[in-house]
C-alpha cells in the first residue's frame, strides 16, 4: 500500500509554511488543518496530489499570515522568525538556505500576504504560475506581475553573500571561541566595523536590547556591560542555524537563546540573536526541510 501523499510530501509542506510564516508552531498548525482538509477530500479527484496540498497550504498560511500580522503590530521591540536547526546538507542547497535565513525571512515580513505567499512559491520551490493563481486566488497574469516586483522587493533588501562553508566554519569559530572566553578584542577582530546586531526577546529577557545595535564597538560595549551588570556566564555551542551558520546559546546547561550570522568577508556583518523562551521550544531537534 502506497503512503498517503500528505505523509510522502510533508517535508516539503512544512517548509512552504514555514517560510510564509516565519513560525515553526504556526507552521505545524497549518499543517494539521490542511491535514483535516486533506482527509476529507475525495482523492480520486485529485490528479496532482503535490500541487492540490501545496495549495491548501497555502491558502491555511494565508489565513494565518492576516492574523499574524495584527499580533504583531503589538510585539515588543524587535521581531525575528522562530529559528529552527537545520541540518549541514540544507546549507549546500544554497537557494533554500537563502530562503530560510534570518535576513532573508526578516525581509518577508515586509510584503504583504499574497506577495509572499507568490515569491515564496515561485523563487523557492518553482511553482508554475497557474498553480499560484489558484493557491491566492488571482489570475496567472496578476501573479506574474507579483512575482516580478517581489523579487525586485526581496532582492534590494537582503544581502545575497557567496562564502564557503569552511569559511563560514572558521569564522565562526573564531566568533565564538571570543564571546565564550569574553575576548573583547578578539570579538572586536572578528565583527565588521558596521555589524548590526538585532535581538529579539519579546520583552521577556532581562537585559535584553530592544532596538538594534549599530557598530562592532557598541555591540562589544552592550556585551561586556551586560555581563558586568548581570554576573551571567554564557556558552554558544555551534549549530546551523536556519540554514546557515550560527549557535545555541546556554548558561548552567539552559538553552537561553539562539543566534544566526551572517559572513562577508571573513567577518560577521550581521548577527540575529533570538531569546524570547516561547520561540526557543523546538530546537531539540533538526527541522525536517524540503523542496
Known sequence: ?????FVTHRNLLFTVAYELLGSAADAEDVLQESWLRWSRVDRAEVR?????LVRIVTRQALNHLRALSRRREDYVGEWLPEPVLTSPDVADDVELAESLSMATL????TLGPAERAVFVLREVFDVPYDEIADAVDK???AVRQIAHRAKQHVAARRPRVEVERAEQERVLERFLDAFNTGDLQGLM???????VSVADSGGKVRGAARRPIVGAEKLVAYLAGSIRKYAVAYRAVPAWVNGGPGALVEVDGQLVGALSVTIEGGLVTRIYSVANPDKLARLDAEAALAR
Open 139 to 141: 489570475t496567472p497574469a
Open 1 to 5: 500500500m502506497s503512503a498517503d501523499p
Open 106 to 109: 526578516t525581509v518577508l515580513e
Open 189 to 195: 577582530d572578528v565583527l565588521a566595523p558596521d555589524v
Open 48 to 52: 496532482d496530489a503535490r500541487a492540490y
